[in-house]
C-alpha cells in the first residue's frame, strides 16, 4: 500500500488547553481535532478526539525570481491561548506564516432588507415595509479563515515559529536568520539574528530551530547543526547575534568518527513548562540542560544506540539527516522522541526509566495496552525482541505531541494519527 506524498504529516500539535490537538501534513492541509465532551452513559468516552475542522492552508507556489518551487507542506503549527469564543493558530510552510481563525456558527441572519434569502439584491422599488432581521438557529459550522498573511521576510526555508508569551509577538526562524513579528503588523519584522556569512563560502552551521522563553518575552534560544545552543536576550541588544549563553558538549575524541559533524547536529530544542530546562535532540540522544550550567548536559538518554554501527547506511539512504523532535509531558518529568520502525522512545527522569513502544495499526484498538519492545544487537535474540537489522526504516516517527496536563499523547506515523491515553484505574 502506497502512501500518497501529500498525506504525510509533518507537524502536530496540541493547544494551551488539550482540547484542541492540530496536525498538517505535506499537502498544506491542516486538520483540527476536537475532544470529545464527557458524557453521563458513556463516561470512558471523554478523551477521543474527532476532526473538528479540515482547511488548506497553504498552496504550492513559483518563485519566478529564482525558480524555484516552493512547497505547501506545513513545517509548523503554534496555537495561541485563547482569549474568547474562537480559536487561532499560526500555520507556516517554507516561506510564509499565516495567522488563522477558527471559529463556530450555529445561527444565520434572516429577513434583510436589501436583498432576498438567496442572497440577490431588491429592486429599491419593491421594498415597502421595514423588516426587523432575526438570527435563526441553523447546523453547527466550523470556519477557518485566513485573518494575517506574514510574507516575503525568510530567504531560506522557515524551520521553526515560535509565539512569546506576551501573546503579542512571535518569531520565525530560517536556516540564517530569525525574524520578530508582531501579530498585527504584516508587512515589518524585526530581524533579532543573522548569522549570515559577508562571504558564504565560509558558512559553517546554519540554525535548525528556535523558542521563546515559556514565560519571560525577553529571553529565547536556538539551536544549530553544530550541537550547539545560544539563549539570547533581546533586552541586551536589539541584533541578538551575542549570545548571554552558550550551551555545548563537548566531543569525546574516541568516538570521533566521519559521521560525528551530521549526528551532533540538533533537530529540536525545547523549553521545560518550567522553564527551568532545555531539552535537545540531536541524531542519536536527547539531552536535558539546566540554563544555569552551561558546560555539559544534566542528563543524557540513548534513543538508539544501537544505530551507531549502521551510521555508513543510515548515510546512503539519507536517513541520518532526519529531523526528529522530542516533548515534555506536562510536568517536565518524562521526555518522549520517536525513533524508526513506528517506535517512539520515553524517558522518565525521576526513575531514570525508559520504555520503547510501538504505534502501528495491530496495537491501536480501542483501550489495547501498548507492549514494550525491545531491540536486540548481536546473534541472539529473545522471541518478543526485534533485530536491529529488520528495523523499517522508511517508517520513522518525527513528530509527536503531549497533551499539556494530561497523559495523553499524539504520535504521527508517516500518514497515521495515534492517539495513546493512560489508562485511568
Known sequence: MSVRLADIISTVEFNPTGELLATGDKGGRVVVFQREQESKNQPHRRGEYNVYSTFQSHEPEFDYLKSLEIEEKINKIRWLPQQNAAYFLLSTNDKTVKLWKISERDKRPEGYNLKDEDGRIRDPATITALRVPVLQPMDLMVEATPRRVFSNAHTYHINSISVSNDYETYMSTDDLRINLWNLEITNQSFNIVDIKPANMEELTEVITAAEFHPNQCNTFIY???KGSIRLCDMRASALCDNHSKFFEEPEDPSNRSFFSEIISSISDVKFSHSGRYLMTRDYLTVKVWDLNME????????????????????????????????????????????????FFRMFDRNTKRDVTLEASRENSKPRAILKPRKVCVGGKRRKDEISVD???????ILHTAWHPSENIIAVAATNNLYIFQDKVN
Do not use: A
Not at 554501527?309 to 522530542?326: Q, V
Not at 529488520?390 to 520513522?396: E, G, N, R, T
Open 295 to 342: 558546560s555539559k548536559p544534566l542528563e543524557t538518554y540513548q534513543v538508539h544506540d544501537y544505530l551507531r554501527s549502521k551510521l555508513c547506511s543510515l548515510y546512503e539512504n539519507d536517513c541520518i539527516f532526519d529531523k526528529f523532535e522530542c516533548v515534555w509531558n506536562g510536568s517536565d518529568s518524562v521526555i518522549m522522541t520517536g525513533s524508526y520502525n513506528n
Open 390 to 396: 529488520s528495523l523499517d526504516f522508511s517508517k520513522k
Open 223 to 225: 539551536s544549530s547543526s
